[in-house]
């Protein structure tokens, strides 16, 4: 919904009267997927998809949220946050206002009209911008009474732990911190480990180049289960190496490190999830430096082998996503496709020739259907700024 009409529609559910507009973007992946929660590299760009949340302070102790896909209010009581998690929707913006409480930010009573561009349970993070973006409103009216700067890195850490903690999602960081510190036309290398980071350049539209997003809108069922699972079988490749590799996490050991550890892992799975890990954080590194030296070419191999890796290795991918990539990568003027966000359904990322890019989303389109049954859809990504408020006119 464009500005103009989400206003008007917030006015008519909890009247007139001064309110004003933030946003959150979503993020993609350009690699180092499943590397965030071993403490790895990641290098995600905030994209054009939004969550947005028009507000305004109420004098008494409510916080009332609507939400333009959904029906009804949700009414939380901002006195006692704690006891929410479970409702039909509204946990993670209920999450995060407690969590802020707990950190001492000052949550008042308010009335919020959510708004999303980001398709939901697509992979490209709608959870994480609408936790971003609750924290962004909240940061920004308590920090305009106390007079304090707005921490955004400290906003996502706030958003992922609301996650984490209070609706019981095991993610990393990743998702959280590009919808807060994204920056347009840049990727962001971070480094999960202590949260360092360095904007590159990802500006592919002056290099004739169209960073496509291409949904398979397979419905991404026990995700969650699946995720934690995951996590868990890297849990024990990481006790498994420890002592002897002398490393904090497991995405600290280097390639070779792992190859002479490897073995200690007796579990045959963990060892594949801790290789792709390992390798994974490795090809995060270079493309890093590709990106920076605009080696397009070179960077898409390696979007080429980390899907492989998260197919063959982690095994995150699934018949929709392999599906598209393989499609993808059938076609001419395709520098690189891969899976990007925790997998299992959701979209894959390609870089896409411009002049390439009608035939490219026709033919994905077929082939992708006629493998699937599923109808594509495709959204060439702009990479934006991270959260912030827009001016209301
Ligand atoms: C999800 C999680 C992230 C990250 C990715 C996989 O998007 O929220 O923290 O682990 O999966 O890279």
């Given at each position: 919904m464009e500005k103009g009409p989400l206003i008007e529609r917030f006015n008519s559910m909890f009247g007139t009267g001064p309110a004003r507009l933030f946003i959150a973007p979503a993020r993609v992946n350009l690699i180092g997927e499943h590397t965030d929660h071993q403490g790895g590299y990641v290098l995600p760009c905030a994209v054009h998809l939004r969550s947005a949340c028009v507000v305004r302070p109420r004098e008494d102790h409510l916080l009332r949220m609507a939400a333009s896909d959904l029906p009804g209010i949700v009414e939380a009581d901002i006195r006692d946050l704690s006891g929410y998690a479970l409702i039909p929707w509204g946990a993670y913006q209920i999450g995060v206002a407690h969590i802020m409480q707990e950190k001492g930010y000052r949550v008042t009573g308010m009335d919020m009209l959510f708004d999303e561009t980001v398709p939901h349970g697509s992979g490209l993070s709608s959870s994480a911008a609408i936790e971003v973006v609750t924290a962004t409103v909240i940061a920004t009216l308590s920090s305009e009474t106390a007079g304090t700067p707005i921490d955004f890195p400290e906003l996502s850490v706030i958003a992922q732990s609301a996650e984490n903690d209070y609706v019981g999602m095991n993610c990393g960081i990743m998702d959280q911190f590009a919808s807060a510190m994204g920056k347009k036309d840049h990727a962001i290398f971070l480094r999960c480990a202590d949260l360092s980071y360095r904007y590159i350049t990802a500006d592919f539209r002056s290099s004739g180049i169209t960073l496509m997003i291409c949904n398979t809108n397979k419905p991404r069922a026990l995700i969650e289960s699946a995720y934690n699972e995951r996590r868990a079988e890297c849990d024990i490749a990481f006790r498994a190496v420890k002592e002897e590799a002398r490393i904090e996490y497991l995405a600290q050991l280097t390639p070779e490190a792992f190859h002479r550890f490897k073995y200690n892992i007796e579990d045959p799975v963990a060892r594949k999830r801790a290789e792709h890990v390992v390798y994974e954080n490795y090809r995060t590194i270079q493309a890093c430096t590709l990106l920076e030296e605009r080696n397009f070419d070179a960077f898409g191999k390696l979007m080429d082998d980390s899907h492989n890796s998260l197919r063959?290795?982690?095994?995150?991918?699934?018949k929709e996503l392999d599906a598209m990539v393989e499609a993808a990568r059938a076609q001419k003027g395709v520098l690189g496709a891969r899976m990007t966000g925790a997998g299992f359904g959701g979209c894959a990322i390609a870089l896409v020739r411009n002049e390439a890019c009608g035939d490219f989303i026709r033919n994905v389109a077929r082939i992708y259907n006629e493998k699937t049954g599923y109808n594509a859809a495709f959204y060439p990504a702009v990479v934006s700024d991270g959260a912030c408020e827009v001016m209301i006119d």
């Open positions: 063959d290795l982690f095994e995150v991918t699934g």
